[in-house]
Nanobody, 120 residues
């Protein structure tokens, strides 16, 4: 029901910056929350940052102060600005949308994933 298209992944050196974008096939104003998760081999997928329909933001402890999530309403997408990147930020990053007809019927939708590698 919701298609999510990610862009912006790639290779960056430590303390460098990357910006990830996720465009949705439905109006992001109708999505309850959106965010970015990341996953490395052998580990669970973890929340990086999220933003609710009302604009409230949450961040993982390890990225707070370095990453910023925001909405670009004109482009119907969310943006994750990743500054001061560390090797431990290396992961596949997945865009997520929580969407449904009502709060009892919300479902998670996922993008295809984009690789972010932080290495010298």
């Amino acid at each position: 029901q919701v298609q999510l298209v990610e862009s912006g992944g790639g290779l960056v050196q430590p303390v460098g910056s990357l910006t990830l974008s996720c465009a949705a096939s439905v109006n992001i104003g109708s999505i309850h929350s959106m965010g970015w998760y990341r996953q490395t081999p052998g580990k669970q997928r973890e929340l990086v940052a999220s933003i609710t329909k009302g604009g409230r933001q949450d961040y993982a402890c390890g990225v707070k102060g370095r990453f910023t999530i925001s909405t670009d309403n004109a482009a119907n997408k969310i943006v994750l600005r990743m500054n001061s990147q560390k090797p431990e930020d290396t992961a596949v990053y997945y865009c997520n949308a929580l969407y449904g007809s009502n709060w009892l019927r919300l479902s998670n939708y996922w993008g295809q994933g984009t690789q972010v590698t932080v290495s010298s």
